[in-house]
């Protein structure tokens, strides 16, 4: 099999297994309680893959770690200003203020969160697939190891994906149709990565702070404002649990994969 086959294949099983076995957990419960545990869990996932995986991976390959914290300023105020656009197409001709805390205390966001999570993760799947051509390009068995790799990475990712997207309204069907859809990113990246590997190597670290971003805005802007809704001391130690189990789950992924 030629590299360029490798990479494709690779793609594309890898995004569809992970979708595939994060859809098998995220979806077994249908409790209302289930879902809202798994936004806790889904902040620490997005920010434990942010801050113990991207942002580390992403300074590792600048030569600019000040171009690279810009971009992440940056990338957040692209999603504030995405937001608002989405906020504005929703609310035309209606009085905002009140459509906007009708929904919240429905738990209702009018699937923003969802829209920005999969910009985000479409990036990072897209920086995953030249990541794996670089790898395939070096060696066939680095190429295989990496891609096993990324797909441990991202199925708890995919789970808090998952609880977002369902936590913003998607039905369970569109959820999975939206992460495969996004997953497939990896296979463009794979191929351009083939292709023009050198000039990708570049895109690289600002791909990943833009992905790093809108992970950020979507778990401090749109989910853990969430949280603050229920003040009972219980909840408050469960959010906290199931916050640090995502942050764990990535870096016990992290640990693994270095093993």
Known sequence: MSILAWIITTCILGGT????????????????????????????????AVFLNI???????????????????????????LEKLVLW??????????????????????????????????????????I???????????????ALAIIAHEIPQ???DFAILLH???SKLRAFQLNLISSFA???????????????????????ALAAASMIYVAVADLIPG?????QLRDTMQQVMLIVSGVGTVWLMSVLMVE
């Open 17 to 48: 297994l992970s979708v595939a076995c994060a859809a098998l957990f995220a979806l077994s419960n249908r409790k209302q309680n289930f879902l809202s545990g798994m936004v806790s869990y889904a902040i620490g996932a997005l920010l434990g």
């Open 55 to 81: 942002l580390p991976e992403a300074i590792e390959l600048t030569p600019n770690v000040a171009v690279l914290s810009g971009t992440v300023l940056f990338g957040i105020l692209l999603f504030f200003i």
């Open 89 to 130: 197409r929703h609310c035309h001709h209606e009085h905002c203020e009140a459509h906007l805390v009708s929904n919240a205390e429905h738990g209702a966001d009018q699937g923003r969160s969802g829209m920005m999570i999969i910009i985000g993760d479409t990036f990072h799947n897209f920086v995953d697939g030249i």
């Open 132 to 146: 794996i051509a670089a790898a395939f390009l070096t060696d066939v068995h680095l190429g295989l190891v990496t």
């Open 158 to 160: 995919e789970v808090g």
């Open 168 to 170: 913003s309204g998607y």
């Open 186 to 208: 990896s296979v463009a990246g794979g191929i351009l990565g083939y292709f023009t590997l050198q000039t990708m190597q570049s895109w690289i670290p600002s791909l990943l």
């Open 227 to 231: 949280l603050h809704k229920r003040v």
